[in-house]
């Protein structure tokens, strides 16, 4: 049995956002040919020989799944919206988020322009006489959100806006012109476009570009997805995959720490660090003639308040080390 798995190319890649290399890395695969910047259209994972794995675009992913040539692929939630939306036969089924690469799909205009949403958008330029242009590679999800709002509908009511992906053009409303763009999308404004509709993390190209958010149409972060072929051994062996990555990504909360403590101070270190909750169920304690060793996993952000406790508590000897993997 090989379980044909989709690795994301691109910023879900990269040291700075996504690096899912490192996940796979931290969850004890052996993987070659996927080094962010480095990737191989094939890729290898040596210590597991039922996963087959190809380098693909996030934005191509969900084809790929729903038409069988992938059984799993990591991509961001957005994507799988974006194929979803006009395909009410796609079979692509969500194993488990990932919780990393979070991003926003957002709705951005030139800095100067009054309006600060998107209705107020549409009703200051109801009266104009050319096209609204806007510019974004998620030409289904922008459509589907410009046609809820409250301003697109009192001027153009349940009218479609025109969709153009290279030479195809769909829809009936040609004052509002939603254009494929194949990436760097801030840059169509300064080209004369309108508006973008684009995905950001924390808005600094945006503002770097002259723009601002007027709207948000959605937040998305990296997950495991399956697609039809995904069934039987393939889906338990997805499970368990997306098991020992989760697990390498919740790890990265925690750590591993180690103390001593003398006998006689065991029992009341013990009960502080149940009460406090600052180890997962008790505990593991190595007791010795004289002092005793105590390993906790404690999340990262009570490490320094559980520090001040045990020293209190005469403490010594106290070791924190990153943790690799965590699965409950």
């Known amino acids: 049995m090989k379980i044909i798995l989709g690795l994301p190319k691109g910023s879900l890649n990269n040291v700075n956002r996504g690096n899912t290399y490192q996940v796979f890395v931290d969850a004890g695969y052996e993987i070659r040919g996927y080094e962010p910047g480095k990737e191989e259209n094939e890729i290898r994972i040596l210590n597991d020989p039922e996963i087959k794995a190809y380098l693909t675009r996030p934005q ?15 991509i961001g939630d957005d994507w799988v919206r974006e194929e979803s939306i006009n ?40 009266d104009r006489e050319t096209p609204i242009l806007c510019f974004t590679e998620y030409p289904n999800l922008a459509r589907e959100f410009f046609m809820k709002n409250p301003g697109y509908k009192e001027i153009f009511g349940e009218s479609t806006p025109m969709v153009q992906i290279r030479g195809l053009r769909d829809g ?50 990296a997950g495991l997805y399956a697609g039809p072929t995904c069934k039987g051994e393939k889906l338990e062996k997805a499970k368990m995959i997306y098991q020992q ?4 990504i919740k790890a990265r909360n925690y750590f591993d720490v180690k103390f001593n403590i003398r006998n006689e101070k065991l029992e009341d ?16 304690i190595v007791k010795g003639m004289r002092f005793s060793q105590v390993n906790v996993l404690i999340p990262k952000n009570k490490f320094p308040e559980m520090l001040s406790g ?9 070791v924190r080390e990153k943790v690799k993997q965590y699965v409950e």
């Open 269 to 284: 270190v013990k009960e502080f660090l149940i009460a406090k909750k600052y180890c997962s169920q008790e505990p593991t």
């Open 310 to 318: 045990i020293k209190s508590l005469g403490a010594s000897s106290i």
């Open 172 to 221: 009936d409303n040609e004052m509002v012109q939603i254009i494929n763009s194949d990436g760097a999308t801030e840059v169509y404004i300064a080209k004369g476009a309108d508006l973008i509709v684009d995905n950001t993390q924390t808005g600094t190209s945006l503002r770097k570009a002259g723009l601002k958010i007027i709207d948000t149409i959605m937040e998305s972060s």
């Open 87 to 126: 395909n009410k036969d796609s079979m692509i089924k969500k194993i488990g988020s990932l919780e990393y690469g979070q991003t926003r799909l957002i709705v951005a205009v030139p800095q100067e322009k009054p309006y600060n949403s998107l209705q107020e958008f549409f009703l200051a330029n109801k």
């Open 60 to 74: 191509s992913a969900p084809v790929e799944l729903n038409r069988g040539m992938l059984d799993i692929a990591i």
């Open 245 to 248: 990555l989760f697990g390498a």
